[in-house]
């Protein structure tokens, strides 16, 4: 149970993330001028759908994991690989809709998604050592 314990802790950290992230994007399109209603959906949608999809690969990789642990470790790479093309298909769905639809910008609808590794990069920056 440690572990899924940690998945939720770092999925908030990833939340706290994504959500500075929006506010600063929101901030830049605003000086450029472009801020507009599809901004504010693109990057709340990038936003839930960056944050749903760390946490459900986080929760993949720990099924998997503890597979592995009782030696089916084909099984948990099976889960990982499905699970993969499965959320990013999902993923790719709902923003082609959307932006083909123009309900939401594109590139609002995106920054969020890429930001992920980011935010956890920057967050071992501040873990405290030995600790969690």
Do not use: H
Not at 95 to 103: E, I, M, P, Q
């Amino acid at each position: 149970m440690d572990s899924r314990k940690e998945v939720f802790q770092t999925t908030g950290i990833v939340l706290v993330g994504e959500i500075i992230v929006y506010v600063l994007m929101i901030g830049v399109f605003a000086l450029a001028g472009y801020l507009d209603g599809t901004v504010w959906l693109g990057g709340a949608v990038g936003v839930l759908l960056s944050v749903a999809n760390f946490f459900l690969m986080a929760l993949n990789a720990d099924v998997a994991a503890d597979r592995a642990v009782q030696q089916d470790v084909a099984s948990g790479k099976k889960l990982m690989t499905s699970s993969y093309i499965l959320r990013l298909a999902v993923i790719f769905g709902i923003l082609l809709l959307l932006v083909k639809s123009g309900r939401c910008n594109a590139i609002a609808s995106i920054v969020p998604l890429a930001m992920v590794r980011w935010i956890l990069t920057v967050a071992e920056f501040f873990r405290k050592k030995g600790g969690a």
